[in-house]
Each structure stands twice: as structure tokens, then as C-alpha cells.
């Protein structure tokens, strides 16, 4: 019999490692090849290593954190615990804006392929029409009716539909390597091309994006059949995975487009609404033209699917705190599922979709990857002063050469951040602040009152974080508003960005609580074994 508010436990190793997985090749397979060689030309490889190094280093931070404490949305639970009610609000809302974000990129994905031969659904310069948004808004309504009935129909659903897309990336880059010249890998014509490209590229052609997706196992700890050992290694096998996937694919697309289409160089490409279908046709092979127009239907809508469902377990994980509304941690008894945080879930993804001015794919990403690795960043402060402050506690997977890798890590993460870029930063960072007069609601009541000062003591430090890195991205040379100049040229800014980490680190591990806050007897989070049901 199951307990009222639990979790099921029904997630193995495979179904952790296809949620992370399918995640990860969602749409960015779909578009990052063709949008980073248009930043950094044929070194757009390099973009992918630098980033798959970035996630590597942030998904061993949290295979520690995920294996020590287990937890439905741990991501915005940890921090709650290491450094109270103010750092554990504000990444709270930062994980609402950037997760529930991707489901709505993901349908954007698959409406601006399907608008390839269904045109009434709207076309990259004009964005979608109302039959568009009609199509994107169906598909997120069916992604909560599959995740409305349980986590183990969801897991096993999401591991067939991860296996079929994992299948058409790997036929392309056979078929694509057919075709290959290498005399492609010397062309130029990238914009802006070079060093600066290259690190543009990681932010904002969907190259950080398409790693976002390893936090699955994290988010969905609580439903894991054995935690301790599958999470760290769903993080790990998910990103290799990936990262090996997404080479593959990048090289294959440098060296299959014809010589003709880069006459005027990569930044003027005509490959736009659907780059490796459009990369098809031009060779010739209308069928895997056709492969890939399924699996732009199937791809997107597997990982819009996840999010969804993620993004849910995010809800819940900020209600839990005390920080949102407590109707969103209620789990519904009979299916495991936290439904009214599920339906809210659905709200929000809606919401995304509708403003004309995040209609596209590419400007979408650049919000979600900031977002989301503003998240990410914390990670490595929160796994270091459990360290200190809780040194005894359980440890299955134990990062090693901590003190040299994780403050490496906070490095990674804030660079991603600032190459995101003045405009999205001041969107996202902005936004979060301003919301900061929730937290005050939220805190206003008995039992929190009294925390504020100590709370804020041990969370400035993210404050002026978040300012430092609006202030930062205003000098530097990233994604500037038109006719703006740099104050401060690159690589010069970066540098500035990353000696700025280092002082943040080690200023955030410092603040953290004296004792960790952990809730050992979480009822709404004990996980149920599929046989206790």
C-alpha cells in the first residue's frame, strides 16, 4: 500500500541514463551544428569540447550532491540546505524560468520544422501563426497527459522514445560522412568568427543547451531505484554520450555541405528553418530528408516531454522550501505525481511561446542557458561547504580533487553565463532580482521571520553575484544592444569574468550555514518502492 504524498521508486539505471540522454538530443541536434559553424566557422568543435569539459566538471559536482541526498528537484533543494531561505528562493525562481522554458523551445523546434511543408503554421522571419501557437500549445497538452498518470509509464515511455531518436543522429552521421570534403574544414566566412566565435558559440548556438539536460537524474532522484550508485553514473554516461553524438554530428555537417553553398562563407548559409533536412535535399537524399523530418516530430517532443515532467519536480522541490505555494508539493497518492505543480507546469510552458520576441529557436536558448546554468553555478559552493560544514555525511560517489575541480567548475559556469550575453542577462538576472519582493512574502510568516538576517548573511553573496555579472556583461563584448561598444575587449573581459569567479567561490562556500539544514524525514519524498503500490 503506498504511503499518502510519496514518490514511487521506479526508475533503473537505463531509465536515469535515457531521461538525461534524451534531454540532452532533444532539438539541439536538430539546429547547434548549423548554428555554431555560423559563429565559429569550421573550429565550431572546439566549441562543443569546451563545453562538453564545462558539463563534465558540473555534472561530477552534482553526482555527489545527487548520490549523497537523493531528492525530487535536488537542484533547487541543495543550496537550500547549505545557505538558506535567500540563495534557495533565488535559484528557486531562477529553476521555474529556465525549465519551464524548454518545453516551449522544444515545440518551437518541431513547429518550425513541420512549417517546412506545412507553411500555415508560420516561417522563420514571421514566426508562428495562430494555427502555429495552436499546433505548439496541442503538443504541450500532450505532454502532460503522458505525464499524468505515472512516473513509471512516463520512465519507460521516455526510454523507447530516447532509443528511436538516438537511432536517426547516428544514420545521419553515417550517410552525411559519405559525403564528406575535407577542404570544408578550411573555409571561412564565419560571423564573428575566431576565438570570440567560438566562445559565443557555446552560449548561444545551442551548444550549452543541448548539455543541459544531464540534471535529469538529479531532478528525478527520489523515483530512483538506487540512487546512490545510478545517479552518478546516469550524469556521467549521459554526457559522454552525448558529447560523442554531437562530434559526430558537428563534423559530419562541416564536411558534408556542398562547396557551393559556402561561397559567401558559414555565416550566410541558407540552411535556416531545418539545417540538416535542407543539408539532405541539397545532396540529394530526399529519403533521409524525409528520416529527419520524422524525428524532428519525434526528437523535440521526447525531450519537451522530460522538461515538462522536470519541471514539475522543480515546483514541488520550491514549495517544499516553504518558498512557494504549498499546494504545488502535493503528491497525488494513487500516481506518485505532484499534479497541481504538473498543471502549473503546463501554464508556464504556454506562457513562453507567446511573446513575439522569443518566437525563434536561437533567441529562446540564449535565455535558457543563461537561466539554467545560473542554477548550475551553485552547485560547486554548495558540494564545498558541505565539506566543511557536514564532513561526516555519506558520501557514495566522492569527487576527487575537490578543492582544485570544483572552484575550476564555478569558473566554467559563470564564463557560460557571461557569454550569454548583456541583452539575455539582463532579462534573466534582472528579472530575478525584481522578484526578490516575493521572497519577503514568502518569508513574511511565523517560523521564517526570524531567519531573514541570518539568511541574508549567508546569501549576499549571490546578490552581488548576480549584479557583478549584469554589470560585467554591460562592459564586455557579448551580445550588446545595436550601435553599443565594448568597454572592455575581448579576451580581456573573460578574464576579468573568471578572476571575479574565483572571489565569488570562495566568498559563497565561506557564507554557507554553520549546520547544513537537511530534512532526513522528508515524508513527500520517501520513495515508494513499484511493489509497495
Known sequence: MARPGGFKKSLNLLDLTFLGLGSIIGSGWLFAAASAASFAGSYAWVSWLIGAVAFILIGLVYAELGSMM????????????????????????????????????????????????????????????????????????IFLLLNYWSVNVFGKFNTVITTIK???????????????????????????????????????????????????????????????????????????LGTVMYLLLQFAFLGAVPAGEL???????????????????????????????????????G??????????????????????????????ARTGIPRGALWLSLVLSIIWILPAHLNFWQGLVGNVTSATVLTYMIGPISVAS??????????????????????LTFIAATLIIFWSGWTTNLEIIGLTLVSLILYFAFVDKEGMRERIRSDWKSGSWLVVYFIFMLIISRLGNYQLPTGA???????????????????????GVNSAMPQPEIDEDDESDIALNASDV
Open 263 to 301: 561561397a559567401k562563407g558559414w555565416a550566410n548559409l541558407t540552411f535556416e528553418q531545418a539545417p540538416y533536412a535542407d543539408l539532405a535535399k541539397s545532396l540529394g537524399l530526399l529519403w533521409l530528408m524525409n528520416v529527419i523530418f520524422v524525428d524532428a516530430v519525434i526528437s523535440p517532443s
Open 303 to 332: 525531450t519537451g516531454n522530460i522538461y515538462l515532467s522536470g519541471t514539475t519536480r522543480v515546483l514541488f522541490s520550491w514549495a517544499k522550501t516553504g518558498l512557494f505555494y504549498s499546494w504545488f508539493r502535493k503528491v497525488d
Open 70 to 141: 537523493p531528492r525530487s528537484g535536488g537542484f533547487v533543494r541543495y543550496p537550500h540546505y547549505t545557505h538558506g531561505s535567500l540563495v534557495g528562493y533565488l535559484i528557486g525562481f531562477i529553476s521555474m524560468l529556465a525549465y519551464s522554458s524548454v518545453a516551449g523551445i522544444e515545440v518551437e523546434a518541431v513547429r518550425g520544422y513541420a512549417a517546412t511543408w506545412w507553411t500555415s503554421l508560420g516561417t522563420k522571419a514571421a514566426g508562428p501563426t495562430t494555427l502555429g501557437y495552436l499546433f505548439e500549445i496541442i503538443l504541450l497538452i
Open 485 to 507: 561598444k565594448p568597454i572592455i575587449a575581448s579576451p580581456w573581459d573573460s578574464v576579468i569574468v573568471a578572476v571575479g569567479a574565483i572571489i565569488f567561490y570562495y566568498w
Open 166 to 240: 538516438f537511432l536517426v543522429p547516428i544514420l545521419t552521421v553515417i550517410v552525411l560522412f559519405t559525403h564528406f570534403h575535407a577542404s570544408n574544414l578550411s573555409v571561412g566566412g564565419a560571423k564573428p568568427g575566431g576565438a570570440f566565435g567560438v566562445f559565443e558559440a557555446v552560449s548561444l548556438s545551442g551548444i550549452a543547451f543541448a548539455f543541459l539536460g544531464f540534471r535529469q537524474a538529479v531532478d528525478f532522484g527520489a523515483e530512483a531505484k538506487r540512487p546512490q550508485r545510478d545517479i552518478p553514473l546516469a550524469i556521467i554516461f549521459a554526457i559522454l
Open 386 to 407: 558541505l565539506r566543511k560544514t557536514a564532513p561526516n555525511m555519506d558520501r557514495p560517489f566522492r569527487l576527487k580533487a575537490l578543492g582544485f575541480l570544483s572552484p
